[in-house]
């Protein structure tokens, strides 16, 4: 019986083998009836979306790959000329993304985010519920800035150290009989109680104390041996306090990395793709929108100010919830984990060594990080100040809609490849041997480090969304949604935001943002709302994967290191869902309000002409439905 399951299972793996052929086979195969049965534009790219979809939600084949299919599906459809299609792979969006990598690769080169993450480290202190916060804040900084998965790889290993260090102070202080832990309370015939094991009396009971209870045991002392039996006891109880406190912490610091690591992608537009693939999506819509209203291209008031404004409360008050949460959850609040007690223990001043011996580690601060550090300054300064709100910015100086948030991207990642590295060694301050010039990045080093597969799943995203918005299909969707409107907005979007962050824990959230944002655009327009307000919101919601491994890279990093299983993930990441779409709900509709007036549907959306140009689409689906 054995040996035929393990023929079966044999059988399984090597049909799996093969999934990379079956699935795509199958995708492109089994919808075919849609292309052949009509000749509707919005039909031929609902088979396109159809089959990337399946493609993604598999992964069959690498996500970039599927992104790269509507460069020859849409022609050959008839959807899109490759013009057309092609010209959304490179655009303006993706050089802000782009130019925002080349800056993260520089940061990561020079090694400037370890030294922030360690500064920050060492400032917060060593006690768990402070060492969590201080594993949480670096890596939300950082990940605003550069890609997720970068800072918590770059986290993850002070983890481990961490948890090491502790697990063998943990054993130090029950060989010393650390009192603030479970201990031994000899009581001796002199009636004078001590934490000493009876020298110099009988020992005549021994109270056995932890955090809730206090056990009484008579002492035979004609009976050594089972003296010995009821200190072994205690031993073995004191050693699996031990190792739960220690199981506890590990959790609860991998678990802060990778919270932190997907809550600091909302803050930024570029730190998450689901947030550029919503801006390209609704300046796209805008300017067809303004152009078909009064031929002016119209501006979606979306930029890197007015984004930052919105969803760095958001993002923060996640963070700082999604702390408390596990420190309830996972650390219990237990008495070993107390934030502010004064006095040190044995584990506290070794996790203090830990973090100094890496900061000593790093050596002083050289000319390359400083340099580095000014110039991601900058880039910020010119990214908030650019077109800030009620203010004039920088921006004005020059011609109106000539400079985006890419321009000051690229100009400050071009710079990174003039500026030298360290101070020129020229005439005679050169050394034999010595490089006269080194730039900050070299053009291999970054090629090696972007990644560029991001990029391609953008532009794929980009082009079917451009497509699903031109050829109807999105339309389609909108009007077939209409029942919703009935709804008050608030429900809407607390709804739309729990389903977006319920399929993004199995499904890519670049292609969760690529297949929604055009269907919210016309679902908000037939609702008569804002299209921002639905489509902020499924963006935003993309990033709330807490529950599985494979929702974020962040979430696999951590769990691969085996301090989590898959029950701890679920168990904390549920709350952890529900609290952060709340948080959503509640900054969307008051702050968010406030900068983007949600209330007021822009005039060009008002004026656009509903007509029924996929009524074939619609009879079609209908019919095979029934």
Same mark, same amino acid.
């Given at each position: 019986m054995p040996n035929a399951r393990a023929k079966v299972w044999g059988i399984v793996k090597d049909i799996l %083998?093969?999934?990379?052929?079956? /699935?795509?086979?199958?995708?492109?195969?089994?919808?075919?009836?849609?292309?052949?049965? %009509?000749e509707s534009k919005a039909t031929r790219c609902g088979y396109t979306m159809i089959v990337m979809a399946v493609l993604w939600l598999t992964e069959a084949l690498p996500i970039p790959v599927t992104a790269l299919l509507p460069i020859f599906?849409?022609?050959? /459809?008839?959807?899109?000329?490759?013009?057309?299609?092609s010209s959304s792979y490179v655009t303006d969006t993706s050089m802000l993304f782009l130019g925002g990598l080349i800056v993260a690769v520089a940061v990561e080169e020079w090694k400037l985010h370890v030294r922030i993450a360690l500064t920050i480290l060492r400032f917060v202190g060593s006690q768990p519920n402070l060492l969590m916060l201080g594993l949480m804040l670096p890596t939300w900084f950082l990940s605003m800035w550069i890609s997720n998965?970068?800072?918590?790889?770059?986290?993850?290993?002070?983890?481990a150290a961490v948890t090491s260090q502790v697990k063998s102070a943990s054993k130090a202080d029950f060989a010393a009989d650390n009192p603030d832990d479970m201990y031994l309370l000899a009581t001796k015939s002199d009636g004078i109680s001590d934490i000493q094991k009876g020298e110099g009396a009988i020992l005549t009971s021994i109270t056995l104390k932890s955090d809730d209870k206090e056990q009484e045991i008579k002492v035979n002392d004609n009976c050594p041996s089972r003296n010995e039996n009821i200190m072994e006891s205690n031993r073995a109880k004191k050693t699996?306090?031990?190792?739960?406190?220690?199981?506890?912490?590990s959790k609860a610091l991998a678990l802060s990395i990778a919270y932190a690591a997907n809550t600091g992608g909302i803050a930024t537009l570029t730190g998450s793709p689901p947030n550029l693939v919503f801006k390209a999506v609704v300046d796209d819509a805008f300017a067809t929108a303004g152009k078909a209203y009064d031929g002016v291209e119209w501006s979606s008031g979306i930029n890197f100010t007015s984004? @930052?404004?919105?969803?760095?409360?958001?993002?923060?008050?996640?963070?700082?919830?999604?702390?408390?949460?596990?420190?309830?959850?996972?650390?219990?609040? %237990?008495?070993s984990c107390e934030c502010f007690r004064k006095e040190k223990s044995a584990i506290d001043l070794q996790v203090r060594e830990i973090i100094a011996k890496e900061f000593r580690d790093l050596g002083r601060i050289t000319f390359a990080e400083c340099l580095v550090g000014v110039m991601f300054a900058c880039l910020a300064i010119l990214w908030i100040f650019r077109e800030p709100p009620n203010i004039s910015g920088?921006?004005?100086?020059?011609?109106?809609?000539?400079?985006?948030?890419?321009?000051?991207?690229?100009?400050?990642?071009?710079?990174?490849?003039?500026?030298?590295?360290k101070m020129p060694a020229v005439f005679c301050t050169r050394k034999p041997g010595e490089n006269r010039y080194t730039p900050l990045l070299s053009w291999e080093k970054t090629v090696q480090k972007v990644p560029w597969g991001v990029i391609v799943l953008l532009g794929g995203g980009f082009a079917l969304a451009k497509a699903s918005t031109r050829s109807g299909l999105s339309k389609w969707f909108g009007d077939s949604l209409d029942f919703l409107s009935v709804y008050s907005p608030f429900l809407l979007c607390l709804v739309v935001s729990l389903i977006v962050a319920a399929v993004t824990e199995v499904t890519s959230n670049t292609a969760t943002a690529t297949l929604l944002m055009p269907i919210l655009q016309e679902l908000s327009i037939t609702a008569g709302l804002n299209p921002l307000y639905l489509m902020m919101a499924a963006a935003v919601a993309c990033s709330f994967a807490f529950m599985l491994p494979v929702a974020t890279p962040p979430s696999a990093i951590v769990f691969s290191h085996g301090f989590l299983t898959i029950p701890d993930m679920a168990s904390a990441g549920l709350m952890m869902n529900i609290i952060s779409v709340f948080v959503l709900t509640f900054g969307i509709n008051t702050?968010?309000? /406030?900068?983007?007036?949600?209330?007021?549907?822009?005039?060009?959306?008002?004026?656009?002409?509903?007509?029924?140009? @996929?009524?074939?689409?619609?009879?079609?689906?209908?019919? %095979?439905?029934?």
């Open positions: %083998s093969f999934r990379s052929i079956i /699935l795509p086979i199958l995708a492109t195969l089994l919808p075919l009836s849609m292309v052949l049965n %009509s599906m849409l022609p050959m /459809l008839g959807v899109s000329t490759a013009k057309e299609v998965t970068a800072a918590a790889a770059m986290m993850i290993p002070i983890v699996t306090s031990t190792d739960d406190h220690t199981s506890r912490l984004w @930052l404004l919105f969803a760095l409360p958001i993002s923060f008050l996640t963070l700082i919830l999604g702390w408390l949460w596990l420190d309830l959850f996972v650390l219990r609040c %237990s008495k920088w921006g004005n100086l020059f011609k109106d809609r000539f400079i985006t948030d890419s321009t000051p991207a690229m100009l400050i990642a071009v710079s990174l490849f003039i500026l030298p590295a702050w968010g309000k /406030l900068l983007f007036d949600f209330d007021n549907i822009p005039v060009i959306f008002q004026e656009i002409e509903r007509n029924d140009t @996929l009524s074939p689409m619609a009879q079609m689906l209908n019919s %095979s439905l029934v």
